[in-house]
C-alpha cells in the first residue's frame, strides 16, 4: 500500500508546449529549481526505457520511463531514494482547458504494507510532495519566460 500526493497548476500555455519541456526528458535541471544536475544515462533520449540521472542536493535519484504519451502523460520510476521505499514513481498529466492547461504531478511511495512502513511512505511522500511543487512553479516560469521570449 503507498502514499500518493496529487499537486496541481493551470498554466497559460498550450499541452503541446507544456510536452515540449516535458519530453526534454535530460533538460529538467534548466528549469526545476530543486534540480541541480541531470543528464541521460544511455542512448535513449525520450519514450519507455528512458534514463536519466537527477541530482538535488546530496540525493541522487535514477529516473526511468515508464509511460510516454504525448502530449498528455509522462510517468517514470525513481530509484535512489531511502532504503526503507519499496517503490516510488512520479507522473505528470498534461490537459488542455481551452486557453489554458492544468499540469498535475502525482507522487506515489511505497514502503510496505505494516503501519510503520506506511508511516514511512507518507513521510516519503510529504518530502516528494515539496519536490513536486518546486518542479511545478519551475515549469510555469519555464513556461512564462519561453512566452516572453516568442513576444520580443
Excluded: K
Amino acid at each position: 500500500m503507498g502514499a500518493a500526493a496529487v499537486r496541481v497548476i493551470d498554466v497559460e500555455s498550450s499541452p503541446e508546449q507544456v510536452w515540449e519541456v516535458l519530453a526534454d526528458f535530460a533538460s529538467i535541471s534548466a528549469w526545476a529549481p530543486n534540480v541541480d544536475h541531470s543528464c541521460l544515462l544511455g542512448a535513449d533520449a525520450a519514450g519507455p526505457g528512458a534514463v536519466r540521472r537527477i541530482q538535488s542536493g546530496s540525493v541522487t535519484l535514477v529516473e526511468t520511463v515508464v509511460a510516454w504519451d504525448p502530449p498528455t502523460t509522462l510517468s517514470y520510476d525513481l530509484a535512489g531514494l531511502p532504503p526503507v521505499v519499496e517503490s516510488a514513481s512520479n507522473t505528470w498529466h498534461v490537459v488542455g482547458l481551452g486557453e489554458r492547461t492544468r499540469v498535475s504531478l502525482t507522487s506515489v511511495v511505497d514502503a510496505g504494507p505494516r503501519p510503520p512502513q506506511q508511516l514511512a511512505a507518507r513521510a516519503v511522500g510529504r518530502v516528494m510532495a515539496r519536490a513536486s511543487d518546486q518542479m511545478l512553479t519551475g515549469l510555469r516560469n519555464r513556461l512564462l519566460a519561453a512566452e516572453q521570449g516568442a513576444r520580443t
